[in-house]
């Protein structure tokens, strides 16, 4: 009797951008516009390392961002939506509060798959993936799909009242939408090798969108990002170093067995930070802040479908996730 838990890894990854291109200093020219502050020129792009990001169009949806790449995913494996058996919708932001966007995705992709969200702010999407190998571990599922569409930017004030407004909601000026969906089935040989988590729940008001739940189920403004950029940086900072060090000891690797290094990315600044913090070799990490923003959870699915075309069998991944909430969580994955 072979007692040996099976492998189950990630064998197919797909993203999706919106057309729309947006650099900093228009969105900053927006905003001063709106509230009629005075802000010094490129004061956006200076703080933040962002220089431009994509924002969905108003007939755009996180459903759509998350379908395109649920498609480019599949392609990408030679599937049909009927090849799956479980649908995971794992985002930051959804269609609607009810029902499940998983529901929205899945009708409009054509599958008849077990269909749900899970969400967990930036971490959304690494949990999904999480999630999905349990339940083909479980054997309640054969072949997942993993879908996340985000689209923060419409959480991002762009008329603040006044300067104290602007401060309060300037982490919001980050975002950008993007889309990125993986197949997840049982493999031969790598998959999914470790997973490690960090949680802090007792920072869950650093920052967030207020709106939506049943403390605050209307009213415009609760439905803008709040929050402190330094504030969620120093818990991170505090809880962080210790989760690397976990998955290493575990482990036995060291940031020379890794092909790349995906990083949740909120800014430059935060991300140079991380760097100096943990030693990663900044060539293994994957920039994708500067061009697109912090698109959420989908910014490790965006950064896996870059390089997944160029990585071997046997290439290791690390994948290390930021959620507000707040939460770390890391991924080892190795390429069938």
Known sequence: ?????PSVGITAV?????ARVLTSQQLQDEVVAGSGLRLPERMFEKATGI???????????ASTLALAA??????????????????????????????????????????????????????????????ARAMILAGRARRTLVVTGETPS???????????????????????DAGAAVVVEPVERGGILDVETETASEHWAVGGIPGGGSRHPRGDEYSYFRGGGK????????????????????????????????????????????????????????LTVPELG??????????????HGGLRSGDKVLMVGLGGGVSL????WEVP
């Open 231 to 286: 504030e969620l940086r120093g818990v991170f900072e505090k809880i962080g170093g210790d989760i690397l060090t976990r998955v290493a000891a575990r482990t036995g690797l060291g940031w020379d067995a890794y092909a790349r290094v995906l990083v949740h990315q909120v800014t430059v600044p935060y991300l140079e930070r991380f760097v100096e913090l943990t030693g990663v070799p900044q060539e293994k990490l994957v």
């Open 154 to 176: 419409r959480a991002m004030r762009r008329d603040p009242s006044g300067l104290a407004d602007f401060r309060d909601g300037f982490a919001g000026y980050t975002f950008g």
């Open 70 to 131: 649920a498609r480019n995913a599949l392609g990408n494996a030679g599937y049909d939506p009927l090849d799956i058996d479980l649908l995971v919708y794992a985002s930051a932001t959804r269609d609607v509060c009810e029902p499940a966007t998983a529901h929205l995705v899945q009708a409009e992709l054509g599958s008849r798959a077990h269909a749900f969200d899970v969400s967990n702010a930036c971490n959304s999407f690494i949990n999904g993936i999480d999630v």
């Open 329 to 332: 969580m890391t991924m080892v």
């Open 1 to 5: 009797m072979d007692l040996r838990i």
């Open 294 to 307: 912090n698109v959420a959870s989908a910014t490790l699915g965006v950064q896996l479908d870059r390089i």
């Open 51 to 61: 220089a431009t990001r994509r924002f969905a169009a108003d007939d755009e949806y």
């Open 14 to 18: 797909g993203s999706g951008l919106p």
